[in-house]
T-cell receptor, first 116, second 118 residues
Framework: GAGVSQSPSNKVTEKGKDVELRCDPI?????LYWYRQSLGQGLEFLIY????????KSGLPSDRFSAERTGGSVSTLTIQRTQQEDSAVYLC??????????????FGDGTRLSIL | AQKITQTQPGMFVQEKEAVTLDCTYD???????LFWYKQPSSGEMIFLIY??????QNATEGRYSLNFQKARKSANLVISASQLGDSAMYFC???????????????FGQGTILTVHP
C-alpha cells in the first residue's frame, strides 16, 4: 500500500527484554515522527527525523529509548530493558516536509506494545 | 498549562445532524498550524482538516469545517450531516513555529469521543 506501514502490529514481551518497532514511511516523505499513545498520557511526541538525522529527540522518555533511520526511509524505535510503563501504542507518522507549513502528518496503524 | 484543550470527553449526535467539537489552544508563537484527526476504533489516525494561523478564511473539507477564532484561540471542528461512520475519537493538534526548532511536531489534545446515533 501507499500508506505508512508499521510492524509488528502487536508485541507482547516480558519486562526487561528489548524490543524493536519498525516504521516504513510513505515514499518520498522526508520527515518522520514517532509518537506514543497511552491511556494516562494521551498522545506524546517522541522523536523527529529529517532524512537520517534526528534534530529533535526531546520526547524520548529515558535513555532506554533510541531510534534510527536509514536511507532516509525506514526507521526503527528500540526500547531496551522494557518496563511496564512502556506499554502503549507507538505511532509513526511521515510528512512531505518537516517544520512549518500545512503538510499533514500521515500516520501508520501503530504497534501495540504490552509489557508483562 | 495545557497547550491544547478539548473540554468534551464525549459527545452524542443524531445521524444527519451537525455537531461541533471544541478545541482551544495556547501559544505565544505567531506562526502555528492547527490540525484535526479522526481515530476510529480500529486505531488509525486519519487527517481531516488544517488551519494555519495566517489563513484569512476558515478551512473546509467536504463535511468538515473549522470555526477558527484567533482572538479567542479556538479552533472548533464542525461536522455537518453526521453519519454513523463518524463515530470515533477526534483529536485537535497544534504545530508551533514556522520551522526552526519546532520541527513540525504536533501537540495533541486529550480527544473527544463522538457517538452518532441512528
Amino acid at each position: 500500500g501507499a500508506g505508512v506501514s508499521q510492524s509488528p502490529s502487536n508485541k507482547v514481551t516480558e519486562k526487561g527484554k528489548d524490543v524493536e518497532l519498525r516504521c516504513d514511511p510513505i515514499s518520498g516523505h522526508t520527515a518522520l515522527y514517532w509518537y506514543r499513545q497511552s491511556l494516562g498520557q494521551g498522545l506524546e511526541f517522541l522523536i523527529y527525523f529529517q532524512g537520517n538525522s534526528a534534530p529533535d529527540k526531546s520526547g524520548l522518555p529515558s535513555d532506554r529509548f533510541s531510534a534510527e533511520r536509514t536511507g532516509g526511509s525506514v526507521s526503527t524505535l528500540t526500547i531496551q530493558r522494557t518496563q511496564q510503563e512502556d506499554s502503549a501504542v507507538y505511532l509513526c507518522a511521515s510528512s512531505l516536509g518537516g517544520g512549518g507549513g500545512n503538510q499533514p502528518q500521515h500516520f501508520g496503524d501503530g504497534t501495540r506494545l504490552s509489557i508483562l | 498549562a495545557q497547550k491544547i484543550t478539548q473540554t468534551q470527553p464525549g459527545m452524542f449526535v443524531q445521524e444527519k445532524e451537525a455537531v461541533t467539537l471544541d478545541c482551544t489552544y495556547d501559544t505565544s508563537d505567531p506562526s502555528y498550524g492547527l490540525f484535526w484527526y479522526k481515530q476510529p476504533s480500529s486505531g488509525e489516525m486519519i487527517f481531516l482538516i488544517y488551519q494555519g494561523s495566517y489563513d484569512q478564511q476558515n478551512a473546509t473539507e467536504g463535511r468538515y469545517s473549522l470555526n477558527f477564532q484567533k482572538a479567542r484561540k479556538s479552533a472548533n471542528l464542525v461536522i455537518s450531516a453526521s453519519q454513523l461512520g463518524d463515530s470515533a475519537m477526534y483529536f485537535c493538534a497544534m504545530r508551533e513555529g514556522a520551522g526552526g526548532t519546532s520541527y513540525g511536531k504536533l501537540t495533541f489534545g486529550q480527544g473527544t469521543i463522538l457517538t452518532v446515533h441512528p
